[in-house]
């Protein structure tokens, strides 16, 4: 579900117990909640307003708020740069301690990507974990994901080395889903640059 200021608010309790206790550590960024309560809860909210107004043709960041069974329990974010020159996304995502290990990282991905693709009209999704996040690139292996290669990024101010994966539109198409439903894409569209369904 996109992510409201009212679900966030019902996040926020998830987002003070802290998500980051013990390695593998995830990237340096806001939504990685490294930060002592309170200053964790003010970054990773002022993360998500700042990157609300920055949407723009060539470049955003799109929140979503992960419920089960009405609970909230995590964030999955779609991003992408220079999407109507090169039509790739890319994915980051996070779950609280307690939702973790029940097939939800997976769940999340694909309704992300079928947003991405199906919605959105993407070209190629990519994705990077580090070597040691075991669980993301599981992830990434089984919804069809290709290894495209190795890079490096930082966490916690450290170089670290990570896996990159891509995965194109004609490889999901073999593993999409048929019950996944998109509400509201259609108006959310021009906003990203896009035209609406059935513009030409």
Same mark, same amino acid.
């Given at each position: 579900?996109?992510?409201?200021?009212?679900?966030?608010?019902?996040?926020? /309790?998830?987002?003070?117990? *802290?998500?980051?206790?013990?390695? /593998?550590?995830?990237?340096?960024?806001?939504?990685?909640?490294?930060?002592?309560?309170?200053? $964790?809860?003010? #970054?990773?909210?002022?993360?998500?307003?700042?990157?609300?107004?920055?949407?723009?043709?060539?470049?955003?960041?799109?929140?979503?708020?992960?419920?089960?069974?009405?609970?909230?329990?995590?964030?999955?974010?779609?991003?992408?740069?220079?999407?109507?020159?090169?039509?790739?996304?890319?994915?980051?995502?996070?779950?609280? /301690?307690? #939702?973790?290990?029940?097939?939800? *990282?997976?769940?999340?991905?694909? #309704?992300?990507?079928?947003?991405?693709?199906?919605?959105?009209?993407?070209?190629?999704?990519?994705?990077?974990?580090?070597?040691?996040?075991? #669980?993301?690139?599981?992830?990434?292996?089984?919804?069809?994901?290709? $290894?495209?290669?190795?890079?490096?990024?930082? &966490?916690?101010?450290?170089?670290?080395?990570?896996?990159?994966? &891509?995965?194109? &539109?004609?490889?999901?198409?073999?593993?999409? &889903?048929?019950?996944?439903?998109?509400?509201?894409?259609?108006?959310?569209? /021009?906003?990203? *640059?896009?035209?609406?369904?059935?513009?030409?």
């Amino acid at each position: 579900m996109g992510a409201t200021d009212e679900l966030l608010e019902q996040l926020l /309790p998830v987002v003070r117990k *802290g998500v980051v206790t013990a390695p /593998p550590w995830p990237f340096d960024d806001p939504m990685s909640l490294y930060k002592d309560s309170p200053d $964790r809860e003010w #970054a990773w909210l002022r993360a998500i307003w700042a990157g609300r107004a920055k949407v723009s043709d060539d470049f955003w960041r799109l929140y979503f708020v992960v419920v089960v069974d009405g609970e909230p329990v995590g964030m999955q974010d779609l991003m992408a740069t220079g999407f109507s020159d090169f039509g790739t996304v890319t994915t980051f995502s996070w779950l609280g /301690p307690d #939702a973790r290990g029940r097939g939800l *990282g997976k769940e999340m991905r694909q #309704a992300v990507l079928h947003l991405a693709f199906d919605g959105l009209e993407a070209q190629a999704a990519a994705s990077d974990a580090f070597v040691d996040n075991h #669980a993301s690139n599981r992830v990434s292996q089984a919804l069809g994901y290709q $290894r495209n290669g190795s890079d490096w990024a930082t &966490r916690r101010g450290e170089a670290a080395e990570l896996y990159r994966w &891509r995965l194109t &539109r004609e490889q999901w198409s073999k593993i999409r &889903r048929e019950d996944i439903d998109l509400v509201g894409v259609a108006e959310c569209r /021009p906003a990203l *640059g896009l035209l609406t369904s059935g513009d030409h």
